[in-house]
């Protein structure tokens, strides 16, 4: 939805922040489980930063996304392991 500013511009409402999903110490299955668990009760939309320590997270999370409908928006490393920029699909 596009809001106009007193000044004519069309922009974007800010969206609300990712929430952090701190998964960091778990081996696989477990971040993909767990993260299944927490997208499943988030809005379709919503963004949720996965945080793992896991070496095969790289592997099973753009996987999970794949298979679950979920959009990969962003991957980072990070000291020790990896960062996920999930956004929540409509399945």
């Known amino acids: 939805m596009l809001e106009q500013d007193d000044g004519g511009q069309e922009h974007r409402p800010s969206a609300s922040p990712a929430a952090v999903y701190d998964l960091k110490g778990l081996n696989c299955p ?31 999370i753009p996987a999970f996304c794949a298979e679950s409908g979920h959009r990969l928006v962003e991957t980072t490393a990070m000291s020790g392991g990896h960062r996920f920029l999930v956004e929540r699909g409509i399945g």
């Open 30 to 60: 477990l971040p993909v489980l767990k993260a299944k668990k927490r997208l499943a009760a988030m809005q379709p939309g919503s963004r949720l930063w996965l945080e793992t320590t896991d070496p095969l997270a790289v592997i099973d």
